[in-house]
Each structure stands twice: as structure tokens, then as C-alpha cells.
Nanobody, 124 residues
Framework: QVQLVESGGGLVQAGGSLRLSCAASAGTLSSYSMGWFRQAPGKERRFVAAINYTGTRTYYSDSVKGRFTISRDNAKNTAYLQMNSLKPEDTAVYYC?????????????????RGKGTLVTVSS
């Protein structure tokens, strides 16, 4: 059983940066691909970024490509999302998720494990 806890959200001005962390409070993440997703108020949950279990393969949504970077440190049992050049439209609750299948973490639903989320608010 894996329990995921996100942290690092907050309020930032447009153009600023935040780094989100996703730590496993139980279980180990080294066998799982990891994904980040976000859900804005009144909107569906959307894919943001994914990384395979070794960290050698990543994928991003077009809306964040070039601004966000996903990474992981298996020794620390943690995944990260570095967010730069933030825009007001990036405002959302951000979730991390884990799944043994890399293709599964490219979709926002049906994942093995998901955290409760952390709120990111970008002011204009």
C-alpha cells in the first residue's frame, strides 16, 4: 500500500515559481511511474506531467511544456514538480499519483494511488 502526500503549494504571483513535492508516507515509489495532475474549480482533472519509475522518461501536457519539470529521487521516495513562469491559468489543486504502468499515469483517472492534493494559486 502506498500513501502519497503532496506539499509545496501556495500563493504566487504570475511569473513566479513553486516546487511541489510528492512523498510516500507509506510504501516505496521506486517501482511506480509517477504523474502530476491538476483540477481547477469547476473543471475536469487534467494531466500535467509524468515520469517513469527510473526517471529516464518524461512527458508533459502542451500547456506546461517548457515551464514545468517533473523529477524524482527514489532514494528519498519523493517526486517533484518544478513550476516556473507560472500563469493565472495554472491555478488549481495539484495531485500526484502512482501506478505501475507508465501509460496509466498519462491519464487522470483509474490510477493505483493518488494523494489528496495541494492548492496552487497564481495571482495576476
Amino acid at each position: 500500500q502506498v500513501q502519497l502526500v503532496e506539499s509545496g503549494g501556495g500563493l504566487v504571483q504570475a511569473g513566479g515559481s513553486l516546487r511541489l513535492s510528492c512523498a510516500a508516507s507509506a510504501g516505496t515509489l521506486s517501482s511506480y511511474s509517477m504523474g502530476w495532475f491538476r483540477q481547477a474549480p469547476g473543471k475536469e482533472r487534467r494531466f500535467v506531467a509524468a515520469i517513469n519509475y527510473t526517471g529516464t522518461r518524461t512527458y508533459y501536457s502542451d500547456s506546461v511544456k517548457g515551464r514545468f519539470t517533473i523529477s524524482r529521487d527514489n532514494a528519498k521516495n519523493t517526486a517533484y514538480l518544478q513550476m516556473n513562469s507560472l500563469k493565472p491559468e495554472d491555478t488549481a489543486v495539484y495531485y500526484c499519483a502512482a501506478d505501475r504502468s507508465y501509460t496509466e499515469v498519462l491519464t487522470p483517472y483509474g490510477l493505483e494511488y493518488r494523494g489528496k492534493g495541494t492548492l496552487v494559486t497564481v495571482s495576476s
